[in-house]
Structure formats: C-alpha cells, structure tokens
C-alpha cells in the first residue's frame, strides 16, 4: 500500500460534517478521508468533540443557529458550507454564520481539497484581521486614557506640554509604560474624587 502523501498539513486534521443522512454523503466522507482527515459525521446537533475540530462541514438547507454552541460568525475553527439550495436566505444565513468556503450539492469528490484550502486561508486571515482590529482598539483606548491623564495633570500644572512630560516622568518613576501610568491617574481620580472638575 503506498504511503499517503501530506498534503498541504491537511494530513490528521479533524472535520466534523453537520449533514442529514443522505446517499451521496458517503462520497464526500471518503474524499475527506483519502485526503488524510479524521471524520465525524453528525445531525442534528454538533458532538462536544466539534469544539477542537481543525474544520467543520456544514448543511445550509436544513442547518440553523443553534447547532452550534458559538456565536455566528465566531467559530474557532475554518467552517465550509455545504449549499444545496441557493435561495438568498440560505446563503445569508451561511454568510452569517461565518462560511470560509462554499461547497456546491450535490455532494460529490471533486472540490472537496480546493475548499478545505480556501476555508483554512480565510479563516486564517479573519483571525488576523480581528486580531489587528483588536490591537487597534487597545492602541485608541490607551491613547484616550493618556489624554484624559494628560487633562487631569494639566489642571494641576495649567500646560497640557507639561502635564505630558509629568506623565512621561511619572511612568519613569513607577517603571511602566506611558499607557499603564495614565491607566493609574485615572482610576485615582474616579476612586478618590481628584480633580473631578476637569473630567
């Protein structure tokens, strides 16, 4: 028996495949596992186990929120829908539920490793996108927190130039960063009263 090749890491992934039982099922099982995956096949309701799934397959004809135990568009994992019908309802709500690929009914062998591919590189690169808007989010945060500090010293000092370079002084003193420093003077302002004039 010749060794199977891996192919692009796919080799030992595990996918769940959400779908009614049905006669052509069994071809796109098989293809999954020439291709090296470990499947589960399941329906109604997604196993505990779909939680650490490397991906998840799924029926958009019959399928619906609360199969699964996250918020759409949040899976932890690449999710590729499995699109029989293509009533704009349906393939909202498989937009919705974060689709990173497309399989077309009726199931069949062809297109299986081009979407697993596709689904992972979405995936992939929606998570670092949500993570780059994440840090963005944090970096305005701490920049608005630094001007509130900036506006409660600059009360004591009357320069908004010199409140900046207490702050600056100050992250010296207490050996942390700018941000963490402004973090500090405003939670001592909203806990003891200081300077609440200037909020």
């Given at each position: ?37 470990e499947v589960e096949s ?47 309802g349906r393939i909202e ?88 420093a402004a973090v500090q ?15």
């Amino acid at each position: 028996m010749k060794k199977q090749i891996d192919i692009a890491g796919l080799e030992g992934a595990r996918a769940i495949v959400l779908h009614p039982e049905h006669d052509r099922l069994p071809v796109m099982l098989r293809q999954l596992r020439a291709i090296g995956l470990e499947v589960e096949s399941a329906w109604p309701t997604l196993p505990a186990s779909a939680i650490t799934a490397d991906f998840t397959l799924y029926d958009t004809d019959a399928g619906h929120d609360e199969q699964f135990p996250w918020p759409a568009g949040h899976a932890p994992m690449p999710m590729i829908a499995l699109v029989g019908s293509e009533a704009p309802g349906r393939i909202e709500w498989a937009s919705r539920t974060g689709a990173d690929a497309l399989l077309v009914k009726p199931l069949v062998a062809s297109g299986v490793f081009a979407s697993l591919l596709m689904a992972r590189q979405s995936f992939e690169r929606r998570k670092a996108l949500l993570a780059e808007v994440e840090a963005l989010r944090e970096r305005l945060s701490a920049r608005q927190t630094i001007v509130r500090a900036v506006s409660l010293l600059a009360k004591k000092t009357g320069s908004e130039a010199t409140a900046y370079d207490d702050l600056r002084q100050l992250a010296m003193a207490w050996q942390m960063t700018m941000e963490d420093a402004a973090v500090q003077i405003v939670q001592h302002n909203e806990t003891t009263g200081a300077y609440r004039d200037c909020s």
